[in-house]
Structures are given as C-alpha cells and as structure tokens.
C-alpha cells in the first residue's frame, strides 16, 4: 500500500479590513494636528453616538446657533464680536476643515448644508464636525481613483469650483441664522470666509509639509470660485 504525500494548499491571506479613501485622509488630517486630532479630520456620523451631535440643516439650528451666541456673550460684551466669533467658528466647520483635505490631497468631501452635523463639547463649544456621506471627490491619478466611494473630477478648477458651491449652501444658511443674533452684514461674513481660506492655505501646508506652492494655488482657485458665484470673499476683512 503507497502512501501519498498530502500538501497543505497555498492560502493568500484574505484581508479583513479594507481602508476606504475617506479613512485614509481622515488618518492624515488627525495626524495634521497631533495635539487636537478633530481640528481638521471629520467624523462619519453614521459611526458615532448622536449625543451632543446636531445637523447643521436640522430645524432646531437657529435654536443651536443662538445657544452658541449667548455661551460667547458671557464672555464678550460687544454682540458684533460675539456673533463674528461664533460666525468664525461656524465658517471653519463648512470650509476650514473641507479646506485641508482640498490643498494636502486634493480631495474633498461635500460640505454642502445637508451633510453637515456639528458636534459639541460639555462646555457648549464646538469641538468636532461631521458629515453623513464620506463620498470623496478627488483628481485624476489620484491612488483612491476607481475606489468604492470617490468620485473623479477632471481638474483642480472642476474640484475648487465643486466645493464652494457645495459648501455656499451651508454657509449662506449659517449667515441668515446668524443675523437672527446679531447683525453681521454680507461684506462681512464673506470676508472672514476668504480669511478663513487664506490662513488656511498657508498654514496647512506647514503642518501637514506638503506643497506650500499647490496649496497656495488651491486655495486661490477657492476664493475665485466664491468671487465668481457672487460671494465676496475678497472684500476687506
């Protein structure tokens, strides 16, 4: 009787865990600001508790946003710098965070009004932002390209110009909620969106050491994407 020599099959290692794009620049912008990882990265709402979470096209928004107004008048006096703050605070969850994904990786996720959830701190603050769909759009080459979840666009200006019409429907609901409060007039408010920008285009790419020059190009490509859909971004801060 022969015996037979039984080999064990060649097994390929299944991997369990597959990183989506969306998770990949999320991993990036916490390490951006190792000290405060939720500065720039967002969270998928979907994933977390609903505790201290509100959507930022929710109905109870001007009751929200009225809330964040009295929290910073305890503190400031003057009304016109308590609404600029909680206006500043408001623009840098719709464009400030949009933005770091945008000039590092050219990449976006949509910052428009019905994405958008806010999240706040035990002391009322905003400390974290969300979105319900972490569809990516990215440029042509892009590693993610053809990946579940990312969207090609065909050029920096299609991405640019994508993103501030995107992000002029979250904006330009927060400004209206936010006279309610106090008057902040539209040269105004615009204003410190395009400050936003450019502080952030050059800042950004200290932190995260990628190009000083194509962030500057991004974010310039931004604010005329503003200036052309008749938002005045470039008026005097």
Same mark, same amino acid.
């Given at each position: 009787m022969s015996t037979m020599l039984l080999t064990r099959p060649e097994v390929t290692p299944i991997c369990l865990f597959e990183e989506t794009a969306f998770e990949a620049t999320r991993t990036r912008l916490r390490a951006v600001a190792p000290d405060a990882p939720r500065v720039y990265a967002v969270a998928r709402v979907d994933e977390?508790?609903?505790?201290?979470?509100?959507? *930022?096209?929710?109905?109870? /928004?001007?009751? /929200?946003?009225? *809330?964040?107004?009295? !929290?910073?008048?305890?503190?400031?006096?003057?009304?016109?710098?308590a609404v600029e703050q909680v206006a500043g605070a408001l623009i840098h969850v719709i464009v400030g965070?949009?933005?770091?994904?945008?000039?590092?990786?050219? !990449?976006?996720?949509?910052? %428009?009004?019905?994405?958008?959830?806010?999240?706040?701190?035990?002391?009322?603050?905003?400390?974290?932002?969300? @979105?319900?769909?972490?569809?990516? /759009?990215?440029?042509? %080459?892009?590693? #993610?390209?053809?990946?579940?979840? @990312?969207? @090609?666009?065909?050029?920096?200006?299609?991405?640019?110009?994508?993103?501030?019409?995107? #992000?002029?429907?979250a904006l330009s609901a927060v400004h209206r909620t936010l006279q309610g409060c106090a008057p902040i007039d539209g040269v105004r408010f615009w204003s410190l969106v395009g400050r936003a920008v450019v502080a952030g285009s050059a800042q950004l790419p200290l932190l995260a050491c990628s190009s000083r020059r194509v962030s500057a190009r /991004? %974010?310039?490509?931004?604010?005329? #994407?503003?200036v052309v859909a008749g938002f005045p971004v470039r008026g005097l801060a």
């Open positions: 977390e508790p609903r505790r201290r979470w509100w959507r *930022l096209a929710g109905e109870d /928004r001007d009751r /929200r946003v009225e *809330l964040l107004y009295r !929290r910073v008048l305890e503190d400031v006096e003057d009304p016109r710098i965070r949009v933005l770091a994904p945008l000039v590092v990786e050219g !990449r976006a996720w949509d910052p %428009g009004l019905e994405n958008l959830w806010v999240h706040q701190d035990s002391d009322g603050g905003i400390d974290w932002a969300g @979105v319900a769909d972490d569809t990516l /759009r990215v440029l042509p %080459g892009d590693p #993610a390209e053809g990946a579940r979840g @990312v969207v @090609v666009l065909p050029c920096e200006r299609a991405l640019t110009v994508w993103t501030a019409h995107r #992000a002029v429907t /991004r %974010g310039q490509q931004l604010l005329d #994407a503003f």
